[in-house]
């Protein structure tokens, strides 16, 4: 269908674009201002006063299909995504089956083809199983779709493993996404290892968990030459290591989940379960240290981490409970916020979600380039609204930001020219 | 939502008694003076009081128990209370939902107070957030987090013994990093206004960041002894061997085993506790458990005292009242 965008600021930082003008579509990207010869609007949205950008990418979404359909399914997460601006997520494998052999993987885009509101792009797993010794098929799947080799939050201890998926990651030319936790140090805390856990009396998860990881995970990104991309990072140490790689060039990159850039272990107050989260809420310092990295762009992405959960995952004393947020729906507002509190530039906090993603996996989406697929997220940025975490369309109600103000909304999300999602006003009023 | 101190009403009365943390030296003193009035009760031929007659307290403990149990037990009882001992083994009922199914279980039945012990940190919290509003918890032990009454029975003890606060050094000594006593001891200590605290131990059992509860931190236990009013001995449990955090028990009495010779290092007059039970030959030794500076046995009678108080705060029931309640009834 052909759809003119109408009067709204487009913000395009691929193309360097941050001003009020025309957009015009079909299921690709046709032109700006400038009607294409022979243009004949279907549908007309007018975007005056709306902020007009490409389709968010998310790195890191969990939907729980196949496995765990008590917490989300693809056609209820891909509902939230559309509705959150969200028209790329990335899933991890370890889905139940683990996302190792192709057929786990078509089964997940052929289920979120036929839902069709949001893009699905697996991770195959790095190793069979998960398991951590065996490598998996993934030239089978990287031709069945997958965009990136992950093994999910499963470390891989062994470390001679680790470098033989590296190197054989390298030689498909497949990029590995990296989750940086010492398996020993990590494996029996559930919140950040300081001030906090040691007046709860939780089991801690120190920082050097982290460092100690991205240490090693870099030493064999150097030796392999594979190309290395960091999951949500939390903390200041690991930060400072990367951009040091990246500095001797080194094809690393790195992404932080928004909730990383708002909330401290503090907010875990006494016992918060909705905090729980891993990697835990780290400190202060690190929250200050992963804003900077965003701004001066060693964090390359921020991801939702979303991990929808049911209400019984949450309600249980702090340790029994599941970790995790059902973050879809906040991932733009919290990053917006960014903007409006100025230590992101709105065009950086955009970038952030679009085309540096897209980079990272070398993805040919997150722009308004003529020809590519037409990915739109348009919001309001003047929208004030509050965050009912019951109102959340994820399965998952499971979020720490219920009650917070947030000012931008999704109005319209567009997926390959498609409409997949509408602001109701009457039904939000 | 869950930042706020669920322990008190809004008019800042004992709701709940979960941590020692987060009260103020009025709610505590006022435990402490209400245990000393009750302390005369056990002295009486008939050791009753009415005061919550008619109340129903569930002793609901996922870990094992003797001391704890018995001495809250005992408490109800002389308070007049109605009591029901629920022992779950902990393996049955780890997961959350069966958790929150049998509180309501209990709750069905018209009980007014929960007593918890649980393995888990915060599974006190936990469970205050989620009874229906009647019903008073008292944590009595939650993981590694706090044992309050475990603490103000020990800060009573103290104050028996010592008169205040202001003046004292406090060494605690041993596995701080699993210690639900010694949180609550800190705590307790610092808003009653204790002159000095002090964590003695090895690095692989202070918790990291100890000193931001306002505590000294000593490595040697000599240097941590000297000049100590009150020398409180934790428990050292077998399981701390294995998982790398000491080498053998030999070494760990060796270093900081209270020996009579290391307690000539505190004060003369000084008091040595130990919440209980004790390993003889591990952390202290017999001559300094049972020897004239040792109060270990008056820490357990206290107890009863103390958790009275407890109970008939958080229940609202303070001597006095009954005579209103009867004539309302």
């Known amino acids: 269908m052909a759809i003119l965008i109408r009067n709204g600021h487009i913000i395009d930082p691929a193309n360097d674009i941050d001003r009020v003008g025309d957009l015009y579509l079909n299921s690709r990207i046709l032109a700006l201002d400038e009607a294409p010869d022979g243009f004949r609007p279907e549908r007309t949205i007018d975007a005056s006063g709306k902020v007009v950008c490409p389709g968010l990418i998310d790195l890191r979404a969990r939907l729980r299909e196949p496995g765990l359909e008590h917490k989300g399914t693809i056609a209820s997460e891909s509902r939230a995504a559309a509705a959150a601006g969200i028209t790329t997520l990335c899933c991890p494998p370890d889905t139940d089956p683990v996302l190792d052999t192709p057929a786990v993987a078509e089964q997940i885009r052929h289920r979120a083809a036929k839902v069709g509101l949001t893009r699905v792009l697996p991770l195959g797993a790095l190793t069979l199983g998960l398991g951590g010794e065996h490598l998996s098929e993934m030239k089978e799947l990287k031709d069945a779709g997958c965009v990136a080799m992950s093994n999910a939050e499963r470390a891989i201890p062994n470390t001679l493993v680790m470098r033989r998926a590296l190197e054989y990651a390298a030689t498909l030319g497949l990029t590995v996404i990296l989750d940086a936790e010492d398996p020993w140090l990590g494996r029996s805390g559930c919140i950040h290892e300081g001030e906090v856990s040691t007046r709860l009396g939780l089991p801690g998860i120190p920082d050097y968990a982290e460092t100690i990881a991205v240490a090693r995970d870099l030493m064999l990104v150097e030796q392999t030459g594979v190309r290395a991309h960091f999951s949500r990072l939390s903390t200041a140490g690991a930060l400072k290591m990367v951009a040091e790689a990246r500095a001797k060039g080194l094809p690393v990159s790195a992404d932080t989940s928004a909730h990383q850039l708002y909330l401290t272990e503090l907010d875990v107050g006494y016992f918060n379960a909705l905090c729980h989260v891993r990697p835990p809420l780290r400190s202060q310092r690190d929250r200050e240290a992963l804003r900077r990295g965003l701004a001066g762009g060693t964090i390359s992405a921020v991801c939702s981490d979303h991990q929808p959960h049911d209400l019984d995952a949450k309600l249980a004393p702090f340790t029994s409970t599941e970790p995790g947020i059902s973050a879809l729906e906040t991932l733009l507002p919290l990053v917006w916020r960014l903007a409006e509190e100025g230590s992101l530039t709105r065009s950086g906090a955009i970038a952030s979600l679009t085309c540096r993603p897209a980079e990272v996996l070398n993805l040919k989406l997150g722009s308004f380039t003529p020809g590519t697929p037409a990915d739109v997220c348009i919001f309001d940025p003047e929208h004030f609204w509050t965050l009912d975490a019951q109102a959340l369309l994820s399965r998952g109600k499971n979020t720490p930001f219920g009650g917070w103000g947030f000012k931008g909304r999704v109005t319209h999300t567009l997926l390959e020219g498609r409409l997949v999602f509408e602001l109701n006003d009457a039904a939000v009023g | 939502m869950t930042n706020e101190n669920i322990q008190l009403d809004r008019q800042g009365n004992l709701r709940h008694f979960l941590s020692t943390e987060g009260l103020s030296r009025q709610t505590l003193e006022e435990i402490l003076n209400l245990a000393e009035s009750f302390a005369s009760v056990k002295a009486q031929t008939v050791k009753k009081v009415p005061l919550l007659r008619g109340k129903t307290i569930v002793n609901l403990f996922f870990e094992n128990s003797t001391r704890t149990r018995t001495t809250f037990e005992l408490a109800a009882k002389r308070l007049s209370a109605d009591v029901l001992n629920v022992n779950i083994a902990t393996s049955a009922t780890a997961k959350g939902e069966s958790l929150l199914d049998m509180l309501h279980n209990l709750e069905a039945m018209h009980c007014d107070m929960f007593v918890v012990r649980h393995g888990e940190s915060g599974a006190a919290h936990f469970i205050a957030r989620h009874v229906a509003p009647h019903i008073g ?54 808003v009653l206004g204790a002159g000095e605290v002090r964590v003695i131990g090895p690095k ?25 009013d009150v020398v409180i001995m934790l428990r050292l449990q077998r399981e701390r061997m294995q998982g790398a955090l000491l080498p053998s028990e030999q070494e760990y009495f060796q270093a900081y085993g209270l020996t009579p010779a290391k307690l000539r290092l505190a004060k003369p007059d000084a008091i040595v506790m130990h919440p209980g039970p004790i390993n003889r030959g591990v952390e202290i030794d017999s001559a300094v458990a049972d020897g004239p500076q040792s109060v270990i046995l008056e820490q357990v009678s206290n107890g009863i005292a103390v958790r009275m108080a407890v109970m008939a705060m958080v229940l609202g029931r303070h001597p006095g009242s009954e005579l209103t309640e009867q004539e309302e009834a």
Do not use: C, W, Y
């Not at chain 2, 044992?147 to 003046?167: C, E, N, S, V």
């Not at chain 2, 692989?204 to 000049?227: D, Q, S, W």
């Open chain 2, 137 to 190: 918890v008292i944590n009595a032990g939650d993981g590694r987090h706090a044992h309050p009454t475990q603490a103000m029975l020990d800060m009573f003890t103290i104050r028996r013994h010592k008169g205040g606060f202001p003046p004292l050094t406090v060494a605690i000594v041993g596995d701080i990093m699993h210690s639900r006593v010694a949180r609550s001891q800190i705590h307790a200590l610092s």
């Open chain 2, 204 to 228: 692989t059992l202070l918790p990291p960041a100890i000193e931001k509860m306002g505590v000294r931190v000593f490595h040697e236990m000599e240097a941590g002894l000297e000049g100590a």
